[in-house]
């Protein structure tokens, strides 16, 4: 009787801890692609068309992969970055001319890996620019964007992709440049999920239960 019960009890420790420790048996997620923007301005009374001529954007690659960030568990990610190759969104370029900005601007993902896909982020595009200063800003929508994947083993995985906004300053001389950038999380799933396992502790103590109850018969 006391070994059924011992037995019973360790089933159940093991199954718990089995679906307590399942968020970090996930594996990190290698993310691949590049970027593209479309400005579309619209006019400002009194002061054009919305695009003096000076805010260019030039698109970007990337190729990193996620790493657990020990403070939330995630498999996280970062991008955005004027001096790395293959750590970018794009940049923007901004030179000294004067004027006033309106309109939108799309900035377009398009990932190779860990699937093929494409997203599109909206932004709002603001700002004047004159011989005292000024600058001109590029306002998200911030909401993560979200994507679900199957690789070719069978394993499923998902990850998410926020873009922050932007502000660029009137350069003195010359040409201002500022990356875009932007962050996530993601990760294969690489066993079981937390509701397999709990399932399957409760079949483990229900036969320990049955086998116990057997016992005390006898």
């Not at 009890?9 to 993310?31: E, F, K, M, N, S």
């Not at 190759?85 to 309109?103: E, H, P, Q, V």
């Not at 799933?189 to 086998?211: E, I, K, M, Y």
Request: proline share 5%; hydrophobic share 35%.
């Amino acid at each position: 009787m006391v070994a059924i019960q011992r037995l019973h009890r360790t089933l159940i420790l093991g199954a718990l801890a089995l679906t307590a420790t399942v968020a970090h048996a996930d594996l990190p997620l290698h993310l691949v692609g590049s970027t593209t923007g479309l400005f579309h301005y619209t006019s400002v009374a009194g002061h054009g068309n919305g695009n003096p001529g000076g805010l260019t954007y030039t698109g970007g690659s990337f190729d990193t992969y996620t790493a657990l960030d020990p403070v939330t568990g995630q498999w996280a990610y970062s991008l955005g970055s004027a001096d790395v190759a293959d750590n970018s969104l794009g940049i923007f370029s901004l030179k000294n001319k004067a004027g006033t900005y309106s309109g939108t601007f799309s900035l377009t993902v398009n990932f190779t890996a860990p699937t093929a896909t494409s997203a599109i982020f909206a932004s709002t595009l603001t700002g004047t620019i004159s011989s005292n200063g000024g600058r001109v800003s590029v306002n998200f929508d911030n909401t993560p964007k979200s994507f679900s994947f199957v690789q070719p083993n069978g394993k499923p995985g998902t990850f998410t992709l926020g873009v922050e906004d932007l502000s660029i300053g009137r350069p003195r001389t010359g040409t201002n440049i500022v990356a875009l950038s932007g962050d996530g999380v993601g990760s294969i799933q690489s066993v079981p999920g937390p509701g397999s396992l709990a399932t399957f502790g409760v079949g483990l103590a229900f036969r320990a239960s049955a086998r116990r109850r057997r016992a005390a018969k006898k």
